[in-house]
């Protein structure tokens, strides 16, 4: 069974940045896609940043120009960078990957922006 362990999460303040990883215990063949979605308490859990097989990346709106999503195959991690952080930017972050019919999910590593 495949896990997938984020990491890097913590408390920043306002227009700090940050980076999240999130590795997979091992190799996942066919990935089509990997990801990270975020969810605040109280909010449904929405699409933080996909990166496909390709390389192509989409990004939410509120995210854009801000947040950078990238991987390494070879060390099968998705990362995602964060800059300009803001207090709304606060959730549980997940990363999840696709890879053919199945997807994985991980526990999330928890993001919070206070002054």
């Known amino acids: 069974q495949v896990q997938l362990v984020e990491s890097g999460g913590g408390l920043v303040q306002p227009g700090d940045s940050l980076r999240v990883s999130c590795a997979a215990s091992?190799?996942?063949?066919?990935?089509?896609?990997m990801g990270w979605y975020r969810q605040a308490p109280g909010k449904q859990r929405e699409l933080v940043a996909v990166?496909?097989?390709?390389?192509?990346?989409n990004y939410a709106d509120s995210v854009k120009g801000r947040f950078t999503i990238s991987r390494d195959n070879a060390k099968n991690t998705v990362y995602l960078q964060m800059n300009s952080l803001r207090p709304e930017d606060t959730a549980l972050y997940y990363c999840?990957?696709?890879?053919?019919?199945?997807?994985?999910w991980g526990q999330g590593t928890q993001v919070t922006v206070s002054s």
């Open positions: 999840h990957i696709v890879a053919g019919p199945r997807d994985y």
């Open positions: 990166i496909t097989s390709g390389g192509s990346t």
């Open positions: 091992r190799s996942i063949f066919s990935i089509n896609a």
